[in-house]
């Protein structure tokens, strides 16, 4: 099982943003900086985070985007559903014998994996050591952009 090169930029990005946006907005530049994507990719990500409430954007020279709700109330599932494209989801065809059974055995363990991610909250990640130690030895990665913080 691999999860898709936007669902793991979405989660980065959400920790990131949970990390910078404890006292204002964060500029999706100042989240670019740790990320090896395109703005307009960026973008895209925010927009679906914002379409699903996680985040809010904020305007202004000192806008951009902090967390919609607490940490406690985001998990990886949020997050991941947010980004991906699921208008394919729940469509079922007709299906029969030896396929309906490889179905349900997908169909399991599809929920397995989302009850696994449903599990995990984004302030466990943002509690984790190594993060914020990471955050600690590397200031100018958690730091806004010194333009904007004047």
């Not at 090896?36 to 996680?54: A, G, T």
């Not at 202004?60 to 559903?81: F, M, N, S």
């Not at 989302?114 to 030895?137: H, P």
Request: hydrophobic residues 40%; without cysteine.
């Amino acid at each position: 099982m691999r999860i898709s090169a936007k669902s793991r930029h979405a989660v980065a990005a959400m920790i990131d943003l949970g990390l910078k946006s404890q006292q204002r907005p964060v500029a999706l530049v100042d989240v670019l900086d740790d990320h090896d994507i395109s703005l307009s990719y960026l973008e895209q990500i925010f927009s679906r985070l914002k379409e699903s409430k996680l985040v809010e954007g904020i305007r202004g020279p000192r806008g951009g985007y902090r967390l919609a709700r607490p940490a406690e109330e985001i998990t990886v599932a949020d997050i991941i559903g947010a980004v991906e494209d699921t208008s394919a989801r729940g469509r079922k065809g007709r299906v029969t014998g030896r396929q309906s059974v490889a179905h349900e055995l997908w169909d399991d363990l599809s929920q397995q994996i989302n009850d696994f991610l449903d599990g995990i909250k984004l302030s466990e990640l943002l509690g984790r050591t190594n993060i914020t130690e990471f955050a600690r030895r590397h200031p100018r990665h958690f730091q806004f952009d010194k333009r904007r913080a004047a």
